[in-house]
Structure formats: structure tokens, C-alpha cells
């Protein structure tokens, strides 16, 4: 039989699809057992009970211990990382770094992240359409653009500039379209084609720094358009914002929409709650349908399915996003639907108080009764 450590060893080629660290150094092999008769008994430890990649564990470990020889059979359990062992393992990938700190986000009722398998189906697009959609119904609404390699909320938003920083040293977001708050990357490069090489932890800390050192102030609705792909940053979010959300964003062919599902899968490992489904750019050219397979497979709503039209790119280019530009467009039609469907979706703090409204009335007083 193999001793503990050569199992071990054997472990360390089972790799985690989205840490891409393995098993063995990110501390999720909970125990090994060598019993009679050539079995080995392996604990595994998942992030979240529901794992959807479990199955990747399984199959890799019984492969790696079962080559080994002297093993007839391989028996592997799981369990999940406690609070502390999760947040020592994105600490040891230099992720995260803990909570933010009570408060920074205090003011702010709903984080949502659009995020996607891939880069070009309009993630971005949504975000800015979502965040004009949300702001004309009444929303206090803001976009960050944490997309730093692709960036692309300010020419989509019509915002450019250098934010101002207040006394207390936050930076104030910039605003567009009448109140929209926006805030990005772009706003502290010198030059607009100043190449930015982000490796993963400095990615990490900028996110962590939009969210805490940004004055976002009162906010119904804070988005964030996320880089495409999977992972890391959805592990970063998760740490930082447990009750942010996520809206998935598709085009409508299957092979975007496995992309996609692979993206929501790795939300969900990390206990975010899904609010559903964006189908983008329907129609002749990419079909349509695959946003409402994604939704079922996952089984949450189909938030809207908005066609793919000349105009929408035109006005996104133009800096006003089609919602606000041409309301009547059966464009902008699927991105309000859309946008109240995550209202329905999503708490709705009543502030009866926030704003005094006594102050700066004009106009003739009703005459009051004694
Ligand atoms: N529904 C649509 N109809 C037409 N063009 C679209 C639509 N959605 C996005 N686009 C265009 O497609 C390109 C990619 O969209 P973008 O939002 O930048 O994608 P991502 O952020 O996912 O990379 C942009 O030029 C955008 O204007
Ligand atoms: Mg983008």
C-alpha cells in the first residue's frame, strides 16, 4: 500500500478548474484514511455544499489514488470549508482579503454583478442599459466598470474625467444623464491608451478599492460590470460582498450560453444568488433561444431578451445608452422589462425620511388651520 504521503503527492495533481491551484496546497484534502484490503478513504472540502464541480473532484481523485499501487478501491466524502478556512484560503491566494469594513457600503441597498462566460455578448452593453433602465424608474443608480482589462462604461455612459476626492480622502463618482453615478478605471488613466498589465492580486485590490474608497452614498442599485470569464474575481466578490447578485448575460447560440453557465455555476459555488438571465443580440444572425435554455437550466428567470439592432450600438457608442435615447425602441422595451424584473426581484428599502422635503420649496404655502 502507499503511505499518507505518497497519496498525497498522488493528490497533488487534482487541480481546482477555478483556483487553478491544487487540491493539496489550497488545503481542501481533509483527510486521508488507508484501510484493509487496498481501500483509501479521501475527505475533500468544497467551498459550498452544493459544488457543481464536485464531480471534477471526485473523478480527479479517484483517478490519482486509484493509479497508485497496492489500491483496489477509492472512497471520496466531501464536507465543506468553514467560514474561517474559506477566508484563510482566499487569504492564501492573495484574494479578498477579508470583508469590507462595516460601513463602506452601508448606504447601498443592492449590489448586482453582470458578469459573462465571455467577452463581446454585450455584458457591458447590459450593464449601462440596466443602470439607465433602473435610474428612469425611480432608482438611485450607479455603474462601476470593474472590467479593467475591457473598459467600457464611460463611452457607453457618455462619462469621462478625473473624479474629485472629498475631505475624508473617498472619491466622489462621476455623474451622467441627470444623476447616473459612474465610476472606472479609465477616470485615473493619463492617457486613453495607457496599457494597463493587471495581474491577478492587483486586480483584486482595485476592486476592493472601488468598493471602499468610493462615496457611493445612497444608492438603490450598485452595478458592476465584471471582467468575462469565471473564478477569481467571483471569489473576491464573494468575500467582499456576500449579498451582492448576479445577472448572467448570454447570446443566444449554445455554445455562448455553456460560457455562460460555467460563470453562473461558479457564482453559485460561492453561495451568490442568481437573479437571472439576459439573452443579448437575438435574431437573425445568432438565432434565439439560448438564453431561455440557460435560465431553465438553471433554473431562474429569463430576465429579458433584447434584440440585436444597429441602434443599440449607435447610441451605446454616442454615450447615451437606447433607453434613454429612444424609450419606444423594442430594445429599450427588453432592457426596462428587464430592469423590473430585478426590481421585483430585489429588496426596496422604503425611505420615507431620507429626504427632507422641507427645505427649498417655492411656490405658495396651502394655508394651514390654526
Ligand atoms: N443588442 C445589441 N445590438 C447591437 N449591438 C450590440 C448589442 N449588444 C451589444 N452590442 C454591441 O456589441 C459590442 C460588444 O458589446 P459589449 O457590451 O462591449 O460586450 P462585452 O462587455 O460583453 O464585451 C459593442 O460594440 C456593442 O455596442
Ligand atoms: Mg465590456
Redesign the pocket.
Known amino acids: 500500500m502507499p503511505t499518507r504521503e505518497q497519496i498525497t503527492e498522488a493528490l497533488k495533481s487534482v487541480i481546482d478548474p477555478e483556483l487553478h491551484h491544487d487540491i493539496v496546497s489550497l488545503g481542501m484534502v481533509r483527510d486521508i484514511e488507508i484501510q484493509d484490503g487496498g481501500r483509501v478513504d479521501v475527505v475533500v472540502s468544497l467551498t459550498t455544499p452544493g459544488c457543481p464541480i464536485r464531480n471534477h473532484f471526485q473523478n480527479g481523485v479517484m483517478e490519482a489514488v486509484g493509479s497508485l499501487e497496492g489500491v483496489r478501491d477509492v472512497n471520496v466524502g466531501f464536507d465543506v470549508l468553514s467560514q474561517d478556512e474559506k477566508q484563510s484560503l482566499s487569504q492564501r491566494l492573495g484574494r479578498g482579503g477579508g470583508p469590507l469594513p462595516a460601513g463602506s457600503l452601508a448606504q447601498v441597498t443592492n449590489v448586482i454583478c453582470v458578469a ?1 462566460g465571455k ?8 450593464t449601462a442599459n440596466l443602470a439607465a433602465a433602473l435610474f428612469a424608474e425611480g432608482r438611485a443608480t450607479a455603474a462601476l466598470d470593474a ?1 479593467v482589462w ?1 473598459y ?1 462604461i464611460p463611452r ?1 455612459l457618455g462619462v469621462h474625467g478625473r473624479p474629485m476626492v472629498s475631505a475624508d480622502r473617498k472619491i466622489i463618482p462621476l455623474e451622467t444623464h441627470g444623476g447616473i453615478k459612474a465610476v472606472s478605471i479609465e477616470f485615473f488613466l493619463d492617457s486613453e491608451d495607457q496599457a494597463i498589465t493587471w495581474r491577478g492580486p492587483m486586480l483584486h485590490k482595485a476592486i476592493r478599492q472601488f468598493l471602499e474608497d468610493v462615496e457611493w452614498g445612497q444608492l438603490d442599485y450598485l452595478l458592476i ?1 465584471l471582467p ?1 470569464g469565471t473564478g477569481d474575481v467571483t471569489m473576491t466578490l464573494a468575500q467582499l460582498l456576500p449579498h451582492s447578485k448576479f445577472v448572467i ?1 448570454t447570446t443566444p447560440q449554445e455554445a455562448a450560453q455553456k460560457v455562460a453557465r460555467r460563470a453562473a455555476e461558479t457564482a453559485v459555488r460561492y453561495d451568490i444568488e442568481l437573479l437571472g438571465v439576459i439573452e ?2 437575438y435574431g437573425e444572425v445568432f438565432g434565439e433561444g439560448g438564453g431561455q435554455v440557460l435560465a431553465d437550466e438553471l433554473d431562474i428567470p429569463l430576465l429579458g431578451k ?5 441602434g ?2 449607435r447610441a ?2 454616442a454615450g447615451t445608452p437606447i433607453v434613454l435615447e429612444d424609450p419606444d425602441n423594442p ?1 429599450s422595451q427588453a432592457f426596462f422589462h428587464a430592469a423590473r424584473g430585478i426590481i421585483a426581484a430585489t429588496p426596496q428599502e422604503i425611505r420615507m425620511l431620507a429626504t427632507p422635503v422641507v427645505a427649498g420649496i417655492t411656490g405658495t404655502p396651502l394655508p394651514m388651520a390654526p
Open positions: 459573462s467577452g463581446g455578448v454585450g455584458k457591458s452593453t447590459a472590467d475591457g467600457s457607453m460590470d468575462p448575460v443579448n443580440m433584447i434584440p440585436l439592432t444597429e443599440v450600438r451605446s457608442d430594445a
